[in-house]
C-alpha cells in the first residue's frame, strides 16, 4: 500500500512540475479502406490507422493444359500452365494369349511358356461313380463290356475323342 502512495505523490509532484497536467481523452481516427490488389497498406496521412479493411482480390482461374496420351507414364503440365486439365487416356493393350487344353486326369494345371493363360480347358477325367455316358463302342476284346472306355477315336455325332464312355456292349 505504501509503493502505490508514494507513485502517487510521485506522479502529482511531476504534475505540479510541469505546470499541471489535463486528460484529454481523444477518439481514435481510423480510416476504412477497400483493396481490389494483393500489397501491404497503411493509413494515410492525418489516421491514426486502418479500421476497416475490405478485401476483393480477384483471381484468375488456373491455367490447365488438356492432353492425350497413348502410353503409360508419368505426365506433368508444361512450363506456363498451373496442372492438367483434361486427360485423355488412348492405350491399345493386345488381348491375352491364351491356351486351349484337353484335362485327363485331376491335378494343377497352367498355361505353358508363351501364353499369358488358359482359355477353354475342357476336362475329361474318368468319374469315380457313373460313367459320363453309355455307348456302343467297337472293341478288340469283349472283356471290355461293362467298363469304362476312353474314346481317340474320329469324333462322330454321338461320340467325342477324349471322352470316356462305358462299353454296353461289344461288337466284333
Do not use: F
Not at 492432353?67 to 506433368?76: D, F, K, L, P, R
Not at 492405350?91 to 494369349?97: F, G, H, S, V
Amino acid at each position: 500500500m505504501d509503493s502505490i502512495r508514494m507513485r502517487i505523490r510521485a506522479a502529482d509532484t511531476l504534475r505540479a512540475a510541469l505546470g499541471g497536467t489535463k486528460l484529454i481523452e481523444k477518439e481514435a481516427a481510423l480510416q476504412d479502406i477497400e483493396v481490389s490488389e494483393n500489397g501491404v497498406y497503411a493509413a494515410e496521412a492525418g489516421y491514426d490507422g486502418l479500421g476497416r479493411v475490405t478485401v476483393a482480390v480477384e483471381t484468375p482461374p488456373p491455367a490447365l493444359q488438356d492432353i492425350e496420351v497413348s502410353a503409360n507414364g508419368v505426365y506433368a503440365a508444361e512450363e506456363g500452365y498451373d496442372g492438367l486439365g483434361r486427360v485423355t487416356v488412348s492405350i491399345e493393350t493386345a488381348p491375352p494369349a491364351l491356351q486351349d487344353i484337353r484335362v485327363t486326369q485331376n491335378g494343377i494345371y497352367a498355361a505353358d511358356v508363351g501364353y499369358d493363360g488358359l482359355g477353354h480347358v475342357t476336362v475329361s477325367v474318368p468319374p469315380s461313380g457313373e460313367p459320363i455316358a453309355s455307348a456302343v463302342l467297337p472293341a478288340p476284346d469283349a472283356a471290355l463290356a461293362g467298363k469304362i472306355y476312353l474314346y481317340t477315336g474320329e469324333a462322330t455325332d454321338d461320340l467325342t475323342s477324349g471322352d470316356y464312355y462305358l462299353c454296353a456292349e461289344v461288337e466284333a
